[in-house]
């Protein structure tokens, strides 16, 4: 999150507007299209084998955050150029440095906007199969993960597994699963929605 928020900053507010910023700017746009199994591919060849860390933690943990990347990016700078031009020209007009009118202005009047791609970008990941199912998930670890480079369960990847491959399941352990998944989803909706209203109300533009 951290890295897409700077990243969006600096496209939105210091790079300069030449054909360079607007080609990163369509890149990322079309990567946060990129169908979750591409994503899961990169992530077997860059850190699973190129990088030497395995199916780990570590390795599912590092997919996720290249996929989630452009979706908290294209978010963030949308909210950023939300903020009307005039508040910023005010700031400097009374001697406020870039980052101050960015850390003072724009940021708190796009925080609502920011919030809420973050949390759907991140209920979009929690139910994603393919990069984890690739890149670190087991469908039955009998303990709990040592390190980052052990592997671990995902609900997602032990319903796919019991849905798919496992026979003899009873139809009420997979509904289950399947609903327990779609509420914590609905759940991380809502909680998006509720902060977007609750932070919006505080605007006053």
């Known amino acids: 999150v951290p890295v897409g928020v700077a990243a969006a900053i600096y496209l939105s507010e210091y790079a300069p507007d030449n054909w360079l910023t607007r080609g990163i700017n369509l890149a990322i746009i079309n990567l946060a299209g990129v169908p979750s199994i591409v994503h899961a591919l990169f992530g077997v060849g860059a850190f699973v084998i190129f990088a030497g860390f395995g199916t780990s933690i570590l390795a599912a943990s590092l997919t996720l955050a290249v996929m989630t990347l452009p979706l908290i990016i294209v978010a963030t700078r949308e909210s950023l150029q939300a903020v009307p031009m005039a508040f910023r020209e005010a700031c400097w007009n009374m001697g406020a440095t870039r ?15 920011i919030l809420t791609g973050v949390i759907l970008s991140v209920s979009r990941t929690a139910g994603e199969t393919a990069p984890i199912m690739f890149t ?9 993960p040592a390190s980052v480079f052990d592997q671990t369960m995902a609900m997602a990847m032990h319903l796919f597994v019991i849905s798919t491959a496992v026979p003899g399941v009873p139809d009420e352990l997979k509904y289950g699963t ?6 914590l989803v609905l759940l991380m909706n809502a909680a998006s929605i509720w902060f977007r209203s609750y932070l919006r109300g505080k605007k006053k533009w």
């Open 99 to 113: 980052w101050q009118t960015i850390r003072t202005v724009v940021l708190p009047n796009a925080i609502s906007g």
């Open 136 to 144: 670190g998930a087991a469908f039955f670890f009998p303990f709990l």
């Open 178 to 183: 399947a609903l327990t998944l779609i509420t």
